[in-house]
């Protein structure tokens, strides 16, 4: 199937020439790949739209050969600067959201929502912390009732924060809390359709409508009620909870997400209400950035504007809550994507309000300024799928003394910069560059830094240094100098930093013959002066744009450089290089550099990562790159969490179960654990883990390998060791290193 071309096979497509973009009434094409009893063949379905009078996009396979087709239109204003998506506005209460007001932060509480006194306290702790919107989870009867408590004890003490209900299975209670509260999340996936039992590979068209007016018949007297008390409405997907309905067509997918959602949107748009918005949550953030993208890429197509909530949902805590957030997040909002954000950490809901503001600044400072780079065209960029775009990595030449395969790391790298002052305690420093080494434990999985940049050499005199750093060389690490350190103080074997100019000059030529280069670029410079790299030879580019150059595009610059390397057939590897100045905090190091490199990653864009900040600890800066490519999927080198924020149907303590479970599991690289604090994303959200721990019950946890449940209703207090045990179980469990 050719790129643009819509098959021949598919009734009602109209095909136009490659890149002019929609065709109008087109069907619907669904796809997935589920093999019949007997011919085992791939079955493509066609349904048609509701509303045949609207626009649909052309389709076209998401990468050569692929069986996904995605539309060919765009997916945000620009590619080249950050241009924010226009959007309606929607009112939450007294709070506007949309692309004329401020991006919005909220979070959601942790209480019981029937304790009143402790959710309000709760909250005003959030809105005194400068959050705009806080959600309560509102799960029954009970719960609803006490939400008119709650928002009536608000007012008497003066807090107007806009209040949001978060609905799942429970049609009638959001018909009750909408009388109250400010705005209802629904979750398509279990709002009208029961709860996905993952047992049901194949609906009829026929089945499938008539779940379609079901949905309708149930979702109509919400919409209705929400009209007539002017409230809002977030209609929210979740990865982690598709129906079994949409699982069937679609698989556990981003197209599948978004679908979900549209279902939902055309019956509020039929109802002609439009006071909602929407949001594509995923633990994984590489699929959450998809699924946004592919959302957007058809609402362009129809011609809706309605605002988008950005979260990863699940994110863990810490660190890694953070940057996974800023992953997904941060990537978007560099598109001009999201209206309003939370970071859904397992920490208290207050916890949540600064990463978020920092994220929030970020986004708002790109927007403000329109950050960017001069217009380019983009052919090779995949959008809606990822696939990596791998450099080509340099291996040992045969008969050559020092191995320098580990000059970078087949699945991303990790390069750091080392001044001479660490050079002159090398026990500490060969500790910090490599991890321990665990006994059984593939090479490959260390968390171990790939290559340094000095950027001073000691003097040629100074032997010991000379000799830490000829050790490092000796274990593969490979060795980054400027060019003028290089000259004047040669250290053999090291790789010389290059500048444009120094290659144009002919400047490195001074050095001896085989000399490695690393060539350090911006990616906005004239094509003109990137020719010079068609001559050379180089190890890797080191992509780095001035952190004060505040009108310049660090994203925007990158995809430019990639495109020109992809049209010119150079297959250089490409480290994604930040310098932060003195100063910085180190929560806006993580989000910096997870917005930043990570929009990259995300795309498949990239061989790895230089995070360099002279102030900063080293191990922070090390333990950050390596959770920086963990994050976007490129380099697995610790134990994978999948872990809610907690709410009010949470069962048990989520923060100290999360650290029981990290302390007893933190060595297990490979291995992917989820802990849920209840049922209502767990088995969908596993399916990116290997095991998962969820609360059952009231003091009770069911255990997970996958999507399936394997024990149920064991007593909390021996849960963590029937965790453990079920990883010895299945051959994941490796002794932990000993103490020194």
């Not at 239109?73 to 929607?90: D, H, L």
């Not at 939400?147 to 009750?176: E, M, T, W």
């Not at 039992?197 to 979702?219: A, M, N, R």
């Not at 699945?411 to 080494?437: H, I």
Request: with cysteine; glycine share 8%.
């Amino acid at each position: 199937m050719t790129t643009g071309a819509v098959p021949a096979s598919f009734p009602g497509l109209k095909s136009k020439e490659p890149g002019l973009g929609f065709a109008k009434s087109m069907d619907f094409v669904r796809l997935c790949d589920l093999k019949r009893p007997k011919s085992g063949k791939t079955r493509i379905s066609v349904i048609r739209n509701q509303n045949p009078s609207q626009d649909t996009a052309q389709l076209q396979p998401a990468s050569e050969g692929s069986p996904l087709l995605v539309p060919r239109q765009k997916y945000c204003e620009s590619i080249y600067k950050t241009v924010r998506r226009k959007t309606r506005t929607v009112m939450v209460g007294n709070v506007a959201l949309g692309s004329q007001h401020p991006l919005r932060i909220q979070t959601m509480t942790t209480t019981d929502t029937k304790d009143v006194a402790g959710t309000v306290e709760e909250i005003m702790r959030i809105a005194d912390k400068g959050a705009d919107i806080v959600r309560i989870t509102v799960q029954g009867k009970k719960e609803a009732d006490a939400c008119f408590d709650i928002k009536n004890s608000l007012v008497q003490k003066n807090y107007n924060i806009p209040l949001v209900a978060d609905i799942h299975f429970a049609p009638s209670v959001a018909l009750r809390v909408a009388e109250c509260f400010d705005k209802i999340r629904v979750n398509p996936g279990n709002f009208a359709d029961r709860r996905a039992q993952f047992e049901q590979l194949e609906y009829t068209d026929e089945e499938y409508q008539k779940e379609l007016e079901h949905i309708e018949e149930v979702f109509t007297p919400l919409v209705e009620k929400c009209k007539k008390y002017g409230r809002a409405m977030r209609i929210g997907t979740n990865h982690g909870s598709l129906s079994d309905r949409i699982m069937s067509y679609y698989g556990d997918s981003p197209r599948g997400m978004v679908e979900s959602a549209f279902e939902f949107a055309r019956i509020c748009r039929k109802l002609d209400y439009h006071n909602f918005v929407f949001s594509m949550k995923a633990s994984n953030p590489v699929v959450m950035v998809q699924a946004y993208r592919l959302l957007v890429a058809e609402m362009y197509v129809h011609g809706w504007d309605y605002p988008l909530h950005l979260g990863v949902t699940e994110a863990g805590e810490g660190e890694d809550g953070r940057i996974k957030s800023a992953i997904g997040i941060g990537t978007l909002l560099q598109d001009g994507l999201g209206d309003t954000i939370r970071v859904s950490l397992t920490e208290p809901p207050e916890e949540e309000i600064d990463p978020c503001r920092r994220l929030v600044n970020l986004g708002m400072k790109a927007a403000e300024l329109q950050q960017g780079v001069a217009p380019f065209e983009e052919k090779h960029r995949h959008y809606f799928d990822f696939q990596r775009r791998s450099g080509q990595l340099p291996t040992q030449k045969e008969g050559e003394d020092v191995d320098y395969r580990g000059v970078l790391h087949r699945d991303g790298s990790v390069l750091l910069s080392v001044t001479l002052d660490q050079l002159k305690a090398p026990e500490l420093l060969y500790k910090s560059l490599a991890a321990k080494l665990v006994v059984g434990m593939p090479f490959k999985d260390l968390a171990t830094v790939d290559s340094i940049i000095l950027r001073e050499l000691p003097p040629v005199d100074d032997s010991d240094a000379r000799l830490a750093i000829k050790r490092l060389i000796d274990i593969s690490m490979g060795v980054i100098t400027p060019l003028s350190e290089q000259l004047t103080k040669p250290l053999p074997n090291a790789i010389a930093l290059v500048n444009l100019k120094e290659l144009s000059t002919g400047a490195y030529k001074l050095l001896p013959e085989g000399t490695r280069l690393a060539v350090s670029v911006r990616g906005d410079e004239p094509y003109k002066e990137l020719e010079t790299l068609k001559d050379i030879e180089a190890t890797m580019l080191l992509h780095n744009v001035p952190y004060r150059e505040d009108k310049i595009g660090r994203v925007h610059a990158a995809r430019r450089l990639f495109e020109y390397l992809s049209e010119n057939s150079l297959d250089f590897p490409v480290i994604h290089h930040i310098q932060f100045p003195n100063g910085t905090h180190r929560d806006d190091l993580a989000i910096n550099a997870g917005t930043n490199a990570g929009a990259l990653l995300v795309d498949g864009l990239g061989d790895g990562v230089l995070l360099e900040a002279p102030d900063q600890d080293f191990d922070f800066l090390r333990n950050t790159s390596f959770n920086l490519l963990q994050g976007c999927r490129m380099r697995n080198t610790k134990t994978e969490y999948v872990s809610c924020p907690s709410c009010g149907r949470t069962l048990f303590d989520l923060q100290e179960i999360s650290a029981q479970i990290r302390e007893k599991t933190s060595h297990l690289p490979g291995v992917s654990i989820a802990i849920m604090g209840c049922i209502v994303n767990g088995p969908g959200e596993m399916a990116d883990a290997d095991f998962g721990y969820v609360g059952g019950a009231p003091g009770k946890i069911d255990l997970y390998v996958g999507k399936t449940v394997v024990k149920r209703g064991i007593a909390m207090e021996h849960a963590t060791d029937a965790l453990i045990q079920l990883i010895k179980d299945h051959g994941r469990w490796i002794d932990p290193p000993a103490e020194e």
